[in-house]
């Protein structure tokens, strides 16, 4: 069992060396697709379809995030992209 882990967490960290730098700075792609800016450990991520790593805060906000890909991440993309949308997230953090 702890083998198991130990070998998960290693192809993990090895997900998030290859792919590069979390996207959102490592906040949680589920919060940020609904307007909060929440930061991460990124001990629960996932690589996207388009090859970044999305950080999660914990593995239901992955859940939920899951349900709708697509639809997640194009509102997490422009919550983060557009400079009026993150002004207003930072300031709930």
């Known amino acids: 069992m702890k083998l198991l882990a130990a070998l998960s967490l290693s192809l993990l960290l090895l997900a998030k060396a290859w792919a590069g730098e979390p996207e959102f700075g490592g906040r949680c792609a589920w919060g940020m697709s609904q307007g909060y800016a929440v930061s991460t450990d990124c001990s629960v991520l996932w690589l996207g379809?388009?090859?970044k790593v999305y950080?999660?805060?914990?593995?239901?906000?992955?859940?939920?995030?899951l349900q709708a890909p697509k639809e997640n991440l194009s509102r997490a993309e422009a919550a983060w992209t557009d400079p009026s949308n993150l002004k207003r997230l930072i300031k709930r953090e």
Do not use: G, H, S
Request: proline share 7%; aromatic share 14%.
């Open 49 to 51: 379809p388009d090859d």
């Open 55 to 65: 950080c999660f805060l914990d593995q239901a906000a992955k859940d939920k995030f």
